[in-house]
């Protein structure tokens, strides 16, 4: 235990109260399953005969899927979403709406858990966590001077002494 009434905590590796490890994890994850939903999604068009206009670019040689697009593609083909002789496309973009919700949420699970093994390290070392406040002792207050009977009361206390 310090002799200070406080100890700052070290750096937990919080910037602007984000952990951004955890923050940019949590994108990548997402922006990933984004592009195998739409790599599907654009595969299963090209298995049923469906020409989707640009369904993709070429970023140095990688196709990358517009996430966007998967808007664009159910609200211009809704008709095949809607169809009773739906083919494989179809069912794609059925199946790509639970496909992108699961992403967004199990985007929003890695960054936990990175978060929640960062603060296992800080277990065995409490006080740097969370620093070392304490209710305060008449030994505190004395060393603080706070029993001088200067300043504003916004408090009292029983005392034996």
């Known amino acids: 235990m310090s002799s200070r ?4 905590p070290e750096n ?3 910037i602007g109260g984000i952990f951004w490890p955890g923050f940019i994890v949590s994108w990548l994850v997402r922006l990933v399953a984004l592009q195998i939903i739409c790599a599907l999604v654009a595969y299963a068009a090209l298995r049923s005969g469906i020409a989707i206009s640009s369904s993709h ?3 140095f040689g990688i196709s990358v899927y517009p996430f966007w697009h998967l808007m664009l593609w159910w609200i211009h083909y809704w ?3 809607l169809s009773l002789h739906r ?7 059925i199946a790509a709406l639970p496909a992108c919700l699961i992403a967004w949420c199990i985007g929003g699970v890695v960054p936990n858990f990175l978060y929640r093994s960062k603060i296992k390290r800080y277990a065995s070392h409490q006080h740097q966590l969370y620093g070392s406040n304490r209710w305060a002792t008449i030994e505190d207050l004395r060393a603080n001077r706070l ?3 200067e300043g504003l009361l ?6 034996d002494g």
């Open 79 to 81: 008709r095949e979403i």
């Open 147 to 149: 029993l001088d009977g």
């Open 57 to 59: 670019l070429s970023i």
């Open 154 to 159: 916004l408090g009292a206390f029983e005392h």
């Open 5 to 8: 009434t406080y100890d700052v």
């Open 12 to 14: 937990p590796g919080f």
């Open 87 to 93: 083919s494989l496309f179809g069912w794609s973009l």
